[in-house]
């Protein structure tokens, strides 16, 4: 059974002394610590290392964030203990911006191994706070319900049961909501420092119900040199009408993922109804990614389709000119040997007739392919969406371009076609090569 529950924040962050720095792991809000957190960071692993043992902690918890894994790894060092990542343990941000986006969420512990060994990426966390923020009262809850069911957990298992102290490392508001769940007393003043520890230890009263009594100082800097510092409370909060002010998301256009409290998985029946509802949100969010890559790529279509039927308008009106000009052939000048010309003409007619149609037919086939490949393109595009959008692209402007190149080289054929029926005229008879 958990008897011994330590809190602490992170240590103090580079951001507080520069706006000059960048996240290694690229998540947004995630900046690490300065060289002053690092220092007090291996100052709470030293005290830490010092409690009696029964305080000591043989589990450790951090949150995702940068800042909280650089301030756990000292500890996970000194004490031999692995880091469990817990989104659980996130920092708090109050509901975003409409139309901001989302709030950031860190990677999974497979990732984050890379920069920090000691992680054991085999924990998998069980709460996920909610991407579009959370309410004074929403964090809280969050906290509530995620410590109850780590303590459980924790004691059900068959591999963690034995633990009996564990430290979780986290945020000012985290931390300050855990502290008030444990003690159950939500207005309790607190106000958390960088590095600053609460020690809870469970007891039980006189109805055989239990409770956690703080030990020593709630959220404790007394054993780092400079004391209590950068401490935040929750009358920090920006209150407008009872409500926390909002704050602008970061992250567009990405998935919000679950969000709440992870099954058991030794529940099978629990587990089926968060699959079930994870897999509704991720169709949910597809869906509509699809609708908008789909009606972005509507107008690439449309635009193709177009430009094809300017193409086949342009040819047609060629060809009526073309037609025009039959007929203004085919009408015998005065003095002409009708017999003849009309030889001539029905010879020269009907070969060019023939051109005419085939001419026409091409051109239909042509805008026929237009059509097929265009077809083809959309869809392909609805198929395979944005991974495709840029072959299309190429395709459709490939195959307009083609098609000019067809239209011309048949247009130029053509032109060379009456020449040498005009050349039959002035010459009166000829033998035309189509």
Same mark, same amino acid.
């Given at each position: %059974?958990? +008897?011994?529950?330590?809190?602490?924040?992170?240590? &103090?962050?580079?951001?507080?002394?520069? *706006?000059?720095?960048?996240?290694?792991?690229?998540?947004?809000?995630?900046?690490?610590?300065? /060289?002053?957190? =690092?220092?007090?960071?291996?100052?709470?692993?030293?005290?830490?290392?010092?409690?009696?043992?029964? @305080?000591?902690?043989?589990?450790?918890?951090?949150?995702?964030?940068?800042?909280?894994? @650089?301030?756990?790894?000292? !500890?996970?060092?000194?004490?031999?203990?692995?880091?469990?990542?817990?989104?659980?343990?996130?920092?708090?941000? !109050?509901?975003?911006?409409?139309?901001?986006?989302?709030?950031?969420?860190?990677?999974?512990? /497979?990732?984050?191994?890379?920069?920090?060994?000691? #992680?054991?990426?085999?924990?998998?966390?069980?709460?996920?706070?909610?991407?579009?923020?959370?309410?004074?009262?929403?964090?809280?809850?969050?906290?509530?319900?995620?410590?109850?069911?780590? =303590?459980?957990?924790?004691?059900? $298992?068959?591999?963690?049961?034995?633990?009996?102290?564990?430290?979780?490392? !986290?945020?000012?508001?985290?931390?300050?909501?855990?502290?008030?769940?444990?003690?159950?007393?939500?207005?309790?003043?607190?106000?958390?420092?960088?590095?600053?520890?609460?020690?809870?230890?469970? !007891?039980?009263?006189?109805?055989?119900?239990?409770?956690?009594?703080?030990?020593?100082?709630?959220?404790?800097?007394?054993?780092?040199?400079?004391?209590?510092?950068?401490?935040?409370?929750?009358?920090?909060?920006?209150?407008?009408?009872?409500?926390? #002010?909002?704050?602008?998301?970061?992250? +567009?256009?990405?998935?919000?993922?679950?969000?709440?409290?992870?099954?058991?998985?030794?529940?099978?029946?629990?587990?089926?109804? &968060?699959?079930?509802? &994870?897999?509704? =949100?991720?169709?949910?969010?597809?869906?509509?990614?699809?609708?908008?890559?789909?009606?972005? *790529?509507? =107008?690439?279509?449309?635009?193709?389709?177009?430009? /094809?039927?300017?193409?086949?308008?342009?040819?047609?009106?060629?060809?009526?000119?073309?037609?025009?000009?039959?007929?203004?052939?085919?009408?015998?000048?005065?003095?002409?040997?009708?017999?003849?010309?009309?030889?001539?003409?029905?010879?020269?007619?009907?070969?060019?007739?023939?051109?005419?149609?085939?001419?026409?037919? $091409?051109?239909?086939?042509?805008?026929?392919?237009?059509?097929?490949?265009?077809?083809?393109?959309?869809?392909?595009?609805?198929?395979?969406? @944005?991974?495709?959008?840029?072959?299309?692209?190429?395709?459709?402007?490939?195959?307009?371009?083609?098609?000019? @190149?067809?239209?011309?080289?048949?247009?130029?054929?053509?032109?060379?076609?009456?020449?040498?029926?005009?050349?039959? %005229?002035?010459?009166? $008879?000829?033998?035309?090569?189509?």
């Amino acid at each position: %059974m958990v +008897q011994t529950i330590l809190i602490a924040r992170h240590g &103090f962050r580079l951001s507080w002394t520069t *706006n000059t720095w960048t996240s290694p792991t690229g998540t947004k809000k995630d900046p690490p610590l300065a /060289a002053y957190g =690092v220092t007090q960071a291996a100052d709470l692993a030293k005290f830490i290392k010092s409690l009696p043992e029964e @305080q000591r902690p043989t589990l450790l918890f951090s949150s995702p964030y940068y800042r909280c894994l @650089q301030t756990s790894t000292p !500890s996970s060092e000194i004490l031999g203990l692995p880091i469990y990542v817990e989104h659980g343990l996130s920092e708090w941000y !109050s509901p975003a911006v409409p139309g901001t986006g989302l709030h950031p969420r860190p990677h999974d512990a /497979a990732t984050l191994r890379q920069y920090f060994p000691p #992680i054991d990426p085999s924990w998998e966390s069980i709460y996920y706070p909610d991407r579009h923020g959370e309410t004074v009262e929403g964090v809280h809850d969050r906290c509530a319900e995620f410590l109850d069911a780590l =303590v459980a957990r924790i004691e059900q $298992s068959p591999t963690l049961s034995k633990h009996k102290s564990i430290l979780l490392v !986290s945020h000012a508001a985290t931390c300050a909501a855990l502290v008030r769940h444990l003690v159950n007393d939500r207005e309790l003043p607190i106000r958390v420092g960088t590095c600053t520890l609460s020690i809870l230890e469970r !007891s039980g009263d006189s109805s055989g119900k239990s409770k956690w009594i703080a030990q020593g100082t709630i959220a404790s800097g007394d054993f780092l040199p400079g004391g209590v510092e950068r401490d935040w409370g929750f009358e920090d909060a920006v209150i407008k009408g009872g409500e926390v #002010i909002e704050d602008p998301g970061v992250v +567009q256009k990405e998935d919000p993922g679950f969000s709440g409290l992870v099954p058991d998985k030794a529940n099978e029946a629990d587990l089926e109804l &968060f699959r079930a509802a &994870f897999a509704s =949100v991720k169709s949910k969010n597809t869906k509509k990614k699809n609708a908008e890559f789909l009606k972005k *790529n509507q =107008v690439l279509v449309d635009d193709a389709r177009e430009q /094809a039927e300017a193409m086949k308008l342009a040819g047609l009106a060629h060809l009526e000119q073309l037609t025009q000009g039959f007929e203004s052939i085919s009408q015998p000048s005065i003095g002409d040997d009708l017999s003849e010309f009309a030889e001539l003409v029905g010879d020269r007619s009907a070969s060019g007739r023939e051109l005419f149609e085939t001419s026409k037919l $091409s051109l239909e086939d042509l805008a026929a392919d237009y059509e097929k490949a265009f077809q083809d393109a959309e869809d392909e595009g609805k198929s395979r969406l @944005q991974k495709r959008a840029g072959r299309r692209e190429k395709l459709r402007r490939r195959t307009v371009r083609h098609g000019y @190149q067809i239209l011309e080289r048949g247009i130029e054929e053509q032109k060379a076609c009456w020449a040498k029926v005009s050349l039959c %005229m002035a010459n009166g $008879s000829c033998v035309v090569d189509y």
